[in-house]
């Protein structure tokens, strides 16, 4: 470091300060500042370094003290008088009291230079007190590289399935993924080569993708995610399509028996009863569209192996008709807007857990009226029903009877439900947890 305890020459002529690869000196008659101007860059130089910014006015104290001294020093004292050379001098009045005012200018002289030796000394005490600190400042810097370093070996010594593991967690909540440089699994591709294997290798990492269509750039976005399907190593695969054109099913074709989940937007389609022919593997399904009963039946060969779909359907009798087409249906999420009301068949369905009814905020009228009369559900565990204008009460009570379900949950959003209500419906299933959800207040009730 620079700042080495200062040393002290005793030469007649001159003296001299040095420590750290630099020495400062003064003689009689040319006082040397160059070399401060040297000192004052390599403190700062040193103050950078470390980024110890507080202390870099205590530095500039330090260095205006010294300079100061040096100017102060620019001649040396004459200390002879006719009276210190002479051997043998007449003592007489004159002489004694010349003799006094040289005594008391040497004694003025003495103050002044023992004045300037405790500044000296309380420079060098702030050099020290500098010194201390940066080395200090040093030992906290090496822990830190030191800390640094243990972890990047830790990291390194972790097992592959452990930090495949951790990978898994680093993914987006995003439901699909899209190839997205600065966010995972790609991100994790480009910190090192071992993380980029890892990464690569865990098929789980890349089973959840958006397409996203732009003709514009199609070659370098099929390249792209043609890369990353490969990755799944024929894992089932999540996907979310904006469409279908020849340039997807190209695509996709490769992958298309890894495709259980499908999220596709019909709006663009001329015939989409010609998607599914290939999806032999699909499981669910979400069509952001509304299907009319026409269409529904347009896609019989596969709603039968569906177990979990989110639809919008515009009738109750294209909704009991979807139900009759997925006899393996476990949870069923539909928007209702239901136009038109005519008398329906009752239809059981044995494996139906989780059901969601959804309406808009202006919905009108009784879109449920007469749905609950036909459908029993003797495996229903959750019920959630939002938006829906007039709540059917005692048609809800008499399908509770009906289907003896296990019915769990039931939350209602947008509804007005009596506290009267909840208590039926509480003394029809023992065990169950009603919630009543009001968009308008931040806070919900329960029984």
């Not at 620079?2 to 030469?11: G, R, T």
């Not at 130089?45 to 500039?60: E, F, G, I």
């Not at 600190?133 to 822990?143: A, D, F, M």
């Not at 169950?432 to 207040?441: F, I």
Request: a positive charge; glycine letters at 2%.
């Amino acid at each position: 470091m620079i700042y080495q305890k200062l040393k002290f020459c005793s030469s007649p002529s001159s003296r001299v300060w040095g420590g750290g690869g630099f020495v400062i000196s003064y003689e009689p008659n040319n006082v040397t500042l160059s070399l401060l101007v040297t000192i004052h860059q390599r403190l700062a130089n040193d103050m950078q370094t470390v980024n110890w910014n507080p202390n870099l006015s205590a530095v500039s104290d330090i260095i205006s003290a010294i300079q100061n001294m040096l100017h102060s020093q620019t001649t040396m004292l004459d200390l002879d008088t006719p009276y210190s050379r002479a051997a043998l001098f007449n003592p007489n009045q004159c002489a004694i009291e010349l003799e006094d005012q040289s005594i008391n200018e040497r004694n003025h002289q003495l103050d002044t230079v023992l004045h300037e030796i405790s500044d000296l000394e309380t420079i060098m005490n702030g050099i020290q007190n500098l010194h201390q600190q940066l080395v200090e400042k040093k030992n906290k810097i090496i822990e830190s590289i030191n800390s640094h370093k243990r972890l990047k070996l830790a990291l390194w010594r972790l097992p592959t399935e452990i930090l495949s593991y951790i990978f898994v967690y680093c993914l987006p909540e995003d439901r699909y993924l899209s190839p997205a440089s600065r966010r995972a699994p790609i991100l994790l591709t480009r910190i090192c080569r071992r993380w980029r294997e890892v990464a690569v290798g865990v098929p789980s990492l890349w089973c959840r993708l958006r397409v996203a269509v732009e003709h514009n750039d199609w070659q370098k976005r099929a390249f792209c995610y043609d890369t990353w399907l490969k990755r799944t190593l024929g894992h089932p695969l999540s996907l979310a399509l904006c469409c279908w054109t020849p340039l997807v099913r190209s695509l996709l074709q490769p992958y298309i028996h890894q495709i259980y989940s499908l999220d596709i937007d019909f709006q663009r389609l001329r015939r989409p009863e010609c998607v599914f022919k290939d999806f032999s593997a699909l499981q669910e399904l979400t069509i952001l569209n509304h299907i009319t009963f026409k269409l529904l039946s347009s896609f019989a060969p596969l709603w039968a192996h569906l177990t979990k779909v989110e639809i919008s359907i515009d009738k109750q009798d294209a909704f009991l008709h979807l139900l009759r087409l997925c006899p393996n249906l476990s949870s069923l999420t539909s928007h209702v807007d239901f136009l038109q009301k005519k008398s329906l068949k009752p239809f059981t369905h044995p494996k139906l857990e989780s059901l969601r009814l959804y309406g808009e905020p202006w919905t009108s009228g009784e879109p449920l009226r007469g749905m609950f009369d036909a459908l029993s559900l003797p495996n229903l565990r959750a019920l959630h029903v939002w938006n829906t204008s007039i709540w059917p009460h005692e048609e809800f009570k008499t399908f509770l009877t009906r289907s003896a379900c296990p019915l769990e949950s039931l939350v209602f959003r947008g509804i007005v439900i009596t506290v009267e209500q909840r208590v039926e419906y509480v003394a029809l299933v023992p065990f169950l947890k009603v919630v009543v959800r009001n968009p308008h207040r931040k806070y919900s009730s329960y029984i």
